[in-house]
Structure formats: C-alpha cells, structure tokens
T-cell receptor
Framework: AQKVTQAQTEISVVEKEDVTLDCVYETRDTTYYLFWYKQPPSGELVFLIR??????QNEISGRYSWNFQKSTSSFNFTITASQVVDSAVYFCALSATGNQFYFGTGTSLTVIP | DTGVSQDPRHKITKRGQNVTFRCDPI?????LYWYRQTLGQGPEFLTY????????KSRLLSDRFSAERPKGSFSTLEIQRTEQGDSAMYLC????????????????FGEGSRLTVL
C-alpha cells in the first residue's frame, strides 16, 4: 500500500522567512518516485520536482530545496526567503509504478507581507 | 503550447441527473488521468488511459462513473444519477511516456471541473 502523510495542515510565515514543508511516505516497493506539486489559488496543480528512490541526493533550485531521506521515509521541501507568491497549497505525492499517483492531504502555506 | 483543458469549469446539477465532463490533454501526451479532489484533501486517483485503453480504475469509481477516451485524444467522464457525495473538483491530467529517456513522471493538470450536486 502507498501512503503519503503531510502532517502540517496550515503554515503561516512572514515574508523572507524560511519554511519547511514535511512529507512522510509509506511504500513496500523498492523503486518509487516522489513528487511535489504546488496548487495556487487559481487551482491548477503545478509540478515542482521528482525524485527517484535510488537517488538520495538533495536538490536545490533557486529558493527551493528538497531533502530526501530514505531512512526516515521523508521528502521535505524548504522554501528559503519566502515570498507572497509562494502562498499556495503544496502536495507531496508518491508513485511506485508511474501509473497511480498517491497524494498527501496538502499543506496550505500563507506568506504574510 | 496548449495545456490541458477541461470543460465545463463549473457544473451545478440536481441529485439524480447525469453529468459529463470533457478533458483535452496536451496533444502529444499518450497518458490521461482523472482525479477527484474534495475540499481540504489531495487529489484521489480515479482512472487512467494509455492511448485509448483504460488501464486502471480505482475502487472509488463506482458503477455510476464511466470514462472513455475513444480515439486516444480527448476523454469524457460521465457520472450517472449524481449524488451529493459526488460534489468535488474533477481533475484531468496528462503525461507522456513516449520518450523514456526524457520521462520525468510529471503530470500536467487542467484547471478542473467543479461539480456541485444539490
């Protein structure tokens, strides 16, 4: 069974603060993919990143960084120097087959100017 | 580059009526997915197509739901005898597995079709 848990329902930060969104996953598969998607108020989910289970190297893209740790089954997402435009709901997702994607319940991030 | 488009964007219907949603994926994408999202929840998988073949269906997809992708291009999702519990955002997404060396697993989502059943 595949499961994704995002324990943080809502987070508010003041602009320019750093914020980390947590994601914990469960799977029995040895090969799987993890994703982060952003859902702004307009509603359309936007892909941010994919990681393979065999690649634990952390990744940085501008103000975004991702920390993948298989030992704790976590794939956390950090936004550095947050901006108002970062306000959105962020979803972590898991796929073992590339067919079905399992999404967490999302974390709603509000960046206060 | 045209993204995934869904129609209608909003649908209000009375309990017991049938509704149909249409999804036009990105043209070169061979895979098409339907998801359902309720307030405060993440998207839940309903079904997916590879070309015109429906390869997987979730147990969430009751007999009242049917999806088609007749020519491997656009898809329709029909809900018969709607119930209030069907009220949700129905999301369509597409992806391409045609070039494995460039496959990212990225799903391209449409803006969704919001269904309200009164």
């Amino acid at each position: 069974a595949q499961k994704v848990t995002q324990a943080q329902t809502e987070i508010s930060v003041v602009e320019k603060e750093d914020v980390t969104l947590d994601c914990v996953y469960e799977t029995r598969d040895t090969t799987y993919y993890l994703f982060w998607y952003k859902q702004p108020p307009s509603g359309e989910l936007v892909f941010l990143i994919r990681r393979n289970s065999f690649d634990e190297q952390n990744e940085i893209s501008g103000r975004y960084s991702w920390n993948f740790q298989k030992s704790t089954s976590s794939f956390n997402f950090t936004i550095t120097a947050s901006q108002v435009v970062d306000s959105a709901v962020y979803f972590c997702a898991l796929s073992a087959t590339g067919n079905q994607f399992y999404f967490g319940t999302g974390t709603s991030l509000t960046v206060i100017p | 580059d045209t993204g995934v488009s869904q129609d209608p964007r909003h649908k209000i219907t009375k309990r017991g009526q049938n509704v149909t949603f249409r999804c036009d994926p990105i043209s070169e994408h061979n895979r098409l997915y339907w998801y359902r999202q309720t307030l405060g929840q993440g998207p839940e998988f309903l079904t997916y197509f590879q070309n015109e073949a429906q390869l997987e269906k979730s147990r969430l997809l009751s007999d009242r739901f049917s999806a088609e992708r007749p020519k491997g291009s656009f898809s329709t999702l029909e809900i018969q005898r709607t119930e209030q519990g069907d009220s949700a955002m129905y999301l369509c997404a597409s992806s391409s597995t045609l070039h494995r060396d460039r496959y990212t697993g990225e799903l391209f989502f449409g803006e969704g079709s919001r269904l309200t059943v009164l």
